[in-house]
């Protein structure tokens, strides 16, 4: 094996490892002893599992490791129907926008086995939504790539409506949390300010830095 192929072989295991650290991060670690207590702990939660984490993984490429095994044509012919980026959009804004409705907020808090499949659906949601962005082995690209653009714009519109709404608000959406102890010094109010801040911060870096490298891509001159 080449200098080169080591060196892209190892950045996938380093992208795939620290994606599924980010997950660990979300789920297992200290983080977890403020999930139920601090807006802004979900919402971390919600940005590693559904945002930065998987796309991380898929940038490393990890169906790689299954070979031949995941690039028959039925297979091939399954994952064009289910990465439609369509369907993926679709089921991400709304595993985002059903699950910060307050009813069912409420519930999730108030159960395990319905807040462990929050975090379950914000992870599948989230390899759904990158994967036509990153498009990893064995996908290949199709269609015009300024759709991209198209689709990291659009992406950005639940994440916007939601975090503009608690940013702004004077009321607290979520009063499950006015039962809760408080840390750092944030009231119920400025705790669910700050989380909506973040989420709208880190979405809309993240999703540029995507929109930038295609940007540059497109309009770049193209070799003859």
Request: with cysteine; aromatic share 12%; hydrophobic share 55%.
């Amino acid at each position: 094996m080449s200098r080169v192929s080591n060196a892209i072989a190892a950045w996938r295991i380093t992208s795939v490892l620290l994606g599924m650290f980010l997950v660990w991060v979300a789920v297992g670690s200290p983080l977890v002893l403020y999930q139920h207590e601090l807006l802004t702990v979900h919402m971390i939660q919600h940005l590693l599992l559904m945002t930065i984490a998987p796309a991380l993984i898929l940038l490393g490429e990890p169906l790689r490791a299954f070979g031949s095994a995941v690039n028959r044509p039925h297979v091939q012919r399954f994952a064009q129907t289910l990465f439609r980026p369509a369907l993926c959009w679709t089921v991400a804004a709304l595993t985002l926008v059903v699950w910060h409705v307050p009813a069912v907020f409420t519930l999730a808090m108030h159960s395990h086995v319905l807040h462990a499949v929050q975090q379950v659906s914000f992870l599948a949601a989230g390899f759904l939504f990158w994967w036509p962005i990153v498009q990893p082995w064995p996908s290949a690209p199709s269609g015009p790539q300024w759709w991209t653009l198209v689709y990291l714009f659009l992406a950005t519109l639940p994440c916007d409506l939601l975090s503009g709404f608690l940013v702004f608000s004077e009321r607290v959406a979520y009063p499950v949390y006015l039962s809760m102890p408080r840390h750092f010094g944030l009231s119920v109010l400025e705790d669910q300010q700050c989380a909506a801040a973040l989420m709208w911060t880190c979405v809309t870096v993240v999703y540029l830095v995507p929109a930038a490298i295609l940007s540059t891509r497109l309009l770049s001159p193209r070799s003859v």
